[in-house]
């Protein structure tokens, strides 16, 4: 009797397809460098307390404050005139030439 015809040699099992290579997991994005704080900006330099501006018209024994109730303008032409400030407010001596103070404000 013929021999069997002998079993077809198995097709060889084709080699299971190699798993493709694994991308290489992106290395993580380096985490953006802390954008670095911001100094606190000094806090700004308090501005000194300006000194109280002397009166305009200060006296000539000294004090900076205008004795109340005594006019400016007299203690100025005082001043102006040469003649000694009167600590209550008196006006220009006698002696000063008032044209002279007049040209001296003008």
Avoid: M, R, T
Avoid at 14 to 29: A, D, N, R
């Amino acid at each position: 009797s013929p021999s069997p015809s002998p079993s077809p040699s198995p097709s060889p099992s084709p080699s299971p397809s190699p798993s493709p290579s694994p991308s290489p997991s992106p290395s993580p994005s380096p985490s953006p460098s802390p954008s670095l704080s911001p100094s606190p900006s000094p806090s700004p330099s308090p501005s000194p307390s300006p000194s109280p501006s002397p009166s305009p018209f200060p006296l000539l024994d000294g004090s900076s404050s205008l004795p109340p109730g005594s006019n400016p303008v007299d203690v100025a032409s005082v001043v102006l005139s040469g003649g000694s400030a009167e600590v209550d407010g008196l006006p220009a001596p006698p002696e000063a030439e008032p044209s002279v103070v007049v040209d001296v404000i003008a």
